[in-house]
């Protein structure tokens, strides 16, 4: 049984409460923007949102203006990989949900670090099928990892 993204949404920005005010926040394989978008009303410094289908990269732009958040939420539309190249600066938060059938992308972890985009003290929070069971991921040390029916969310920091 898969819970409500409500649940796991609430249950993420539950644990990154005292981390999120001020925060450069990462939103890879952003979706709907709701990730985002929940980071900006809870205090996130700025949200970077990365979506590769083009059209749902521009909902969530047209959502943003809406909203009233533009100038704390921009919008990259390509694929992490491409996008990965574009961005600069370091994060403090990165949030990845790749689809559950796709491979764990072992790249995005190589490149968050190779492109030194991450703060010294980022959280990468990787969602994933919690029937999955995650290899050991170069560069990086798992803090711990929390499952919500068939949800998972892995939560790990770059080794220094």
Do not use: C, N, W
Request: avoid cysteine.
């Amino acid at each position: 049984m898969r819970p409500t993204p409500g649940r796991v949404k609430e249950a993420l920005f539950s644990i990154l409460a005292p981390r999120i005010a001020d925060a450069r926040f990462l939103d890879l394989y952003a979706g709907t923007g709701a990730i985002g978008f929940e980071a900006v009303s809870r205090g996130a410094a700025s949200v970077v949102a990365v979506e590769a289908h083009r059209e749902t990269a521009h909902a969530i732009t047209e959502a943003a203006e809406r909203f009233g958040v533009v100038d704390k939420l921009t919008v990259v539309a390509a694929p992490y990989e491409r996008a990965l190249y574009r961005l600069e600066g370091k994060f403090d938060i990165v949030f990845a949900d790749p689809p559950y059938a796709s491979d764990i992308p072992l790249q995005m972890f190589r490149l968050l670090r190779e492109r030194e985009l991450l703060a010294d003290d980022a959280l990468v929070i990787f969602e994933h099928s919690a029937r999955t069971i995650l290899p050991e991921i170069p560069g990086y040390r798992s803090l711990r990892e929390e499952v919500y029916g068939d949800v998972a969310l892995a939560f790990f920091e770059p080794v220094q």
